[in-house]
């Protein structure tokens, strides 16, 4: 909207009209504050609304906002989310390493694991205790390991997701962690 003449002219409250329109894409309004400002009387306008502009367009974008959690895209989504986070995280990557897991098949398995318990889907076959004793054999899982998994899982969920999926989804993790540190053998603690 532009500022009519009549009211007094400040750059502030210019550029906070040009950013707000900026940021809701209407073109015109920018046009015409565009004009304001270089007509303006305030010799440093100009320069004051480039900074302000530079300053507005080096932020880092803001992350979309989460969306519900309801197709196979999504979870699949989420799986490479985490397993990217997972893959630079000191205490998990070296279990991925040392197993030697091929990452694209492992997260088309974790898809069909993820579509199976939120939305009944068909597809995964497996079976996640035998899966786990067998990376646990060749490095042992601690309670640590437990725990970073699972903050990450639902940091991961929390960054992308809402709705009853999402929530089922951070506490079937809460269930599934417990019962791995129950269930493998000499899981040790720490």
């Not at 609304?49 to 530079?54: N, S, T």
């Not at 990452?103 to 088309?108: N, T």
Request: proline fraction near 8%; include cysteine; aromatic fraction near 8%.
């Amino acid at each position: 909207m532009p500022i009519p003449p009549s009211q007094s002219f400040t750059t502030d409250k210019v550029i906070s009209a040009i950013v707000a329109a900026i940021r809701s894409g209407n073109d015109q309004t920018v046009d015409a504050l565009l004009l304001t400002v270089a007509n303006s009387p305030d010799p440093h306008a100009v320069f004051a609304l480039r900074q302000a502009l530079q300053q507005h367009l080096t932020q880092p974008a803001k992350a979309p906002p989460p969306s519900t959690l309801t197709t196979r895209a999504g979870v699949r989504r989420l799986v490479e989310t985490f397993y990217e986070a997972a893959a630079d995280d000191d205490l998990l990557a070296p279990v991925f390493a040392h197993r030697g897991t091929p990452l694209i098949p492992h997260i088309d398995t974790l898809t069909d694991f993820w579509c199976h318990q939120l939305f009944g889907h068909l597809g995964w076959r497996g079976a996640l205790l035998e899966a786990h004793q067998c990376v646990h054999a060749t490095h042992p899982l601690t309670d640590a390991h437990f725990t970073r998994w699972l903050y990450m899982w639902q940091d991961s969920v929390d960054a992308a997701f809402v709705g009853p999926a999402a929530e089922y989804a951070k506490d079937l993790a809460t269930r599934i962690a417990h019962s791995m540190r129950t269930r493998l053998p000499n899981c040790p603690s720490g």
